[in-house]
């Protein structure tokens, strides 16, 4: 059965295969279908079972068609070049491509070159061209390492390599109702102009471009000038890469590439680069490495960079998967290059449905893992950059990610080191922090854009309560979010304890949380900035910020608790930022308190802040970033007004509309509360803010656990 992993977090395991795709989804990627509910032993397993979800790739011996001599003698499968009259494997190892030996001759015949103008070896040629044997894309590989060869409804020929794929719009040029009436051949094809056709579907059609000419010289760029820059390192970080990054990241087909990267065939270079870029962190080339190179880094890099850019005007999958692997390295995942990559995610086609296309199951899985990769890529930069989102709910109808849709991502048997928990983890992870991130859509499409703030500085002085409204129903997502996170997810123990024992997937669920925190923070920053001291009920103002303060002491204490096996785990790009905005929070905080001993707390738990980054620092150097960013903002800290003292607020308090109690400003009043974390009977517990609750978290000081649990706001 494939089991349905819900984005909507509250969902748990739901219908087999047959049922997994809803009749009538078609609403933003806001939330994914609820499933029916399991018990809690089932809710905490939707990990799929790697030989459950995969079929191990398999070779078969012998020809595969018409393998070329040195293919036969390997075994492998040989697939044809046109361009230069040779199959891959030949053209890659420089090598003569001969066609004299038969599937029981024995090898030690003296092989006959082919020449281009051999009558026999054209036929040969045509031969392969005309083939019709339909292979399973498990036993085939492309130029990526993830699109077939060959495949049950798109036979892949010699000189597929070098096609990109361009998803025809309606408002193009080209009718598209024309093209209901094209002469389809049997694999749904047919010529137009120099392009070759092919409808996936009946409500849409894709466009193959064949791309002949070289953009630049990126074709110069082999896989053997790649593993140079990187030797002898090579097989170590493919390694380290599936260790590390592809199981919270499973954006590739692990045993597809796994096999392209052993027989140096069918690999772009561009996805080789990308993943040696950003797994050269993991690879210890230190003292005890002084006598061998070390991997040329910063030539890597660049190379990388220059192939994407050779690749984005034609873009293939294998452009999507080295772009999004690129764009987790902090300082490549520019707002421009997040624009080009959704852009060639549009080109593809990958922000629609293709549930009813017609490909194999593992083909719309990848693609479906991609799409959402990308709107997650698209989300979070919109939140570091501050830039609006370039993916909308409306034009995004890519369906829910379920079980299967993981089924060819990591490998099993003999290649693999991952065991079933770490399989299972790794699509849990993926769900959650897409579930995460259509939560920070729906608040960065509520509180940030431009028409929002343009509304709520019409509001005037009912803006806070304007805010607060809006805010509830994100509120209310992240609560359920937080509590339906499966025990394989969580930072603690069902006892509340820092699990002591940190297995590398409990490792990389710091980042998950992290970005929870940062998203919680994005909503609470806006409903701070519209308190003002002289239009906001002072009641309200004193709620709102005390909900605040409990979310800066929590995401201050989670990083506190950070040890260095969660440190030097995988962190996407986004997370040095994210970092950054508790240090942003806090100073916002700071300078909005309304008196001197409440911004005096803040710069206090700012300084220890800025010392648990330094301290971990060396675990996680992209944390530089969040402590420049702490320390520029403390230094442009001195141009804010000093803040009244205790007494004098409490005289001004007295001459005007009566406050809370001074001593309760800047602090986290319980007595307010009912026992279900809202507000009691007063005049404050209007509808704007009852049920606003966020779920219980737990948090230390490192002496003590302080419960802050279902808080207001």
Not at 119 to 137: C, F, G, I, L, P
Not at 235 to 264: C, G, N, W
Not at 657 to 676: E, F, K, N, W
């Amino acid at each position: 059965m494939a089991t349905v992993i819900t984005i909507q977090p509250s969902s748990t395991a739901g219908p087999a295969a047959s049922s997994a795709y809803p009749q009538n989804h078609h609403s933003s990627p806001d939330h994914l279908r609820r499933s029916r509910p399991q018990t809690a032993a089932a809710t905490s397993t939707l990990s799929p079972s790697p030989r459950s979800v995969h079929s191990t790739l398999s070779r078969v011996p012998g020809r595969d068609g018409a393998s070329c001599d040195a293919c036969l003698r390997r075994k492998s499968r040989c697939a044809m070049n046109e361009i230069v009259n040779k199959c891959y494997s030949c053209d890659f190892h420089r090598q003569d491509c001969t066609f004299n030996l038969s599937a029981v001759q024995p090898a030690d015949v003296p092989p006959k070159k082919r020449k281009l103008d051999d009558s026999s070896a054209r036929e040969h040629v045509d031969s392969v061209k005309r083939s019709s044997t339909v292979q399973s894309a498990h036993h085939a590989l492309s130029t990526d390492g993830a699109l077939p060869l060959r495949s049950t409804h798109n036979m892949i020929r010699p000189g597929f390599f070098n096609l990109s794929t361009q998803s025809i719009g309606m408002t193009t040029d080209l009718e598209p109702a024309l093209l209901d009436h094209l002469p389809l051949d049997e694999h749904d094809e047919c010529t137009v102009s120099t392009s070759r056709v092919r409808r996936c579907a009946d409500d849409g059609t894709f466009m193959r471009v064949i791309d002949t000419a070289p953009i630049g010289d990126s074709q110069a760029v082999s896989l053997d000038a790649i593993e140079s820059l990187v030797a002898p390192y090579g097989a170590t970080l493919i390694e380290k890469f599936f260790d590390h990054v592809h199981p919270s990241f499973p954006i590739l087909m692990e045993e597809a590439f796994r096999q392209a990267y052993r027989e140096r065939r069918g690999l772009s270079p561009l996805l080789l680069s990308a993943v040696y870029v950003l797994t050269l962190k993991f690879v210890d080339v230190g003292a005890a490495s002084q006598t061998v190179r070390r991997p040329d880094a910063a030539r890597l890099e660049s190379t990388a960079m220059k192939l994407l850019m050779d690749s984005l005007p034609s873009p293939s999958i294998s452009t999507i998967q080295a772009g999004l692997l690129l764009t987790q390295k902090s300082t490549l995942a520019t707002s421009a290059l997040n624009g080009q990559m959704v852009t060639a995610g549009f080109e593809l086609g990958l922000h629609q449905d293709c549930s009813n296309w017609r490909m194999d199951t593992w083909e719309k899985g990848l693609r479906r893992r991609l799409a959402w990769a990308l709107y997650m890529q698209d989300k979070w930069s919109s939140l570091v950059h501050g830039r609006p989102s370039h993916i909308f709910a409306f034009n995004w109808t890519v369906k829910d990610l379920v079980e299967e849709d993981f089924s060819d991502a990591f490998a099993s048997g003999t290649d693999s080191a991952h065991d079933e928990a770490a399989v299972g983890h790794g699509p849990l992870l993926f769900c959650h922090m897409v579930a995460l991130t259509t939560i920070l859509s729906d608040v960065l499409d509520r509180f940030y854009t431009l028409k929002a703030i343009d509304d709520f500085k019409a509001a005037g002085k009912q803006r806070t309560r304007l805010i607060l409204d809006k805010a509830k129903p994100a509120q209310i997502r992240l609560k359920e979010w937080f509590s339906s996170l499966p025990g394989a997810l969580k930072m603690e123990s069902s006892s509340g304890e820092l699990v002591e024992t940190i297995t590398d997937e409990h490792a990389r669920n710091g980042a998950l949380h992290l970005a929870y925190f940062a998203t919680e923070i994005t909503l609470h920053r806006c409903i701070v900035r519209s308190l003002s001291e002289d239009g906001t009920d002072s009641y309200l103002a004193h709620i709102c910020r005390s909900a605040a303060k409990t979310r800066l002491i929590s995401a201050m204490d989670f990083v506190n608790r950070l040890r260095p096996a969660h440190l030097r785990s995988f962190w996407p790009a986004s997370a040095r930022t994210n970092f950054s905005l508790i240090g942003s929070f806090g100073m916002l905080l700071r300078i909005t308190a309304p008196s001197k001993e409440e911004a005096e707390f803040y710069r206090v738990r700012l300084c220890e802040y800025r010392w648990t980054l330094s301290v971990s620092h060396k675990n996680a150097e992209f944390m530089s970033f969040a402590l420049e960013s702490l320390d520029n903002a403390s230094a442009l800290d001195k141009h804010v007004p000093v803040k009244p003292g205790v007494e004098e607020l409490m005289a001004h308090s007295a001459k005007s509309v009566p406050r809370l109690p001074v001593t309760s400003i800047g602090s986290y009043d319980d007595s307010m509360m009912d026992a279900d974390g809202t507000l009691g009977g007063t005049a404050a517990s209007s509808s704007v803010m009852s049920g606003l609750a966020s779920p219980a978290t737990s948090v230390s000081d490192g002496e003590g656990e302080h419960d802050m649990s279902m808080h207001p706001l």
